[in-house]
């Protein structure tokens, strides 16, 4: 059975990083589509940013462009989000997520394109 896992969120001051990781078990990462949403408090899930397997192209968000960036290492089948500049609008419960039908992100992700997600781990951002 698929099973995705995020880790790497914390408490951190506004100005501070973090470093995101998806693993799965059940398939390999480097196969797919794979992106990362938040939701915070009362709000939509959003897409934030999403890298595909086929061509290296990644989207971001125009709330993080700039701020995160999208990496893979295909010998640790390993998805990574670094965060710079974090902000307290980045709060939030961060989710990656798997497309199983296509190798390239697409245009501005939405959660019902994507098929398999793991638990989420929360950021919060402190002023």
């Known amino acids: 059975q698929v099973q995705f896992v995020e880790s790497g969120g914390g408490l951190v001051q506004s100005g501070g990083s973090l470093r995101l990781s998806c693993a799965a078990s059940?398939?390999?990462?480097?196969?797919?589509?794979i992106g990362w949403f938040r939701q915070a408090p009362g709000k939509e899930r959003e897409g934030v940013s999403c890298?595909?397997?086929?061509?290296?192209?990644?989207y971001y968000a125009d709330s993080v462009k700039g701020r995160f960036t999208i990496s893979r290492d295909n010998a640790k089948d390993t998805v990574y989000l670094q965060m710079n500049s974090l902000k307290p609008e980045d709060t939030a419960v961060y989710f990656c997520?798997?497309?199983?039908?296509?190798?390239?992100?697409?245009?501005?992700?939405?959660?019902?394109?994507?098929?398999?997600w793991g638990q989420g781990t929360q950021v919060t951002v402190s002023s």
């Open positions: 890298t595909s397997s086929s061509d290296g192209s990644t």
């Open positions: 997520a798997a497309n199983i039908l296509r190798t390239v992100c697409p245009r501005a992700p939405r959660s019902y394109e994507f098929d398999y």
């Open positions: 059940g398939l390999f990462l480097q196969y797919y589509a």
